[in-house]
């Protein structure tokens, strides 16, 4: 039996992407989901020295798509799309006060 199939016009054959440009389009996704990528994850996330890492970030914070801040407490260097820092610090903030409120309701639920 012979099926006619269509070829999916989403599923293109297209250019392998480098490492700036994985790491780019990763760092922007996150920003679009409302997260920060923390620089110290890129190495192991995309298998790629720590070295050559901090070079790939020193050539997108010079693009200018990606802006950089660091964190308070740890003082580790996080990434995001430039423009939503306090975007995704509000989220980010949000998630924190709801944390304790979603554990609370579900011991709640475990002791009943």
Do not use: A
């Not at 990528?37 to 693009?63: A, M, N």
């Not at 740890?74 to 509000?90: A, D, R, V």
């Amino acid at each position: 039996m012979s099926f006619n199939r269509k070829s999916f016009k989403k599923f293109k054959k297209s250019k392998p992407q480098t490492n700036v440009e994985k790491i780019r389009n990763f760092v922007l996704r996150n920003s679009k989901n409302g997260y920060y990528t923390k620089v110290s994850t890129l190495s192991y996330k995309f298998d790629i020295p720590q070295e050559k890492v901090w070079d790939i970030v020193g050539e997108i914070l010079d693009e200018g798509t990606v802006e950089s801040l660091h964190d308070e407490k740890s003082g580790e260097m996080k990434l995001c799309e430039t423009g939503k820092t306090y975007f995704i610090m509000n989220l980010e903030q949000k998630r924190k006060r709801e944390k304790p409120k979603e554990f609370k309701k579900f011991y709640k639920k475990d002791v009943q």
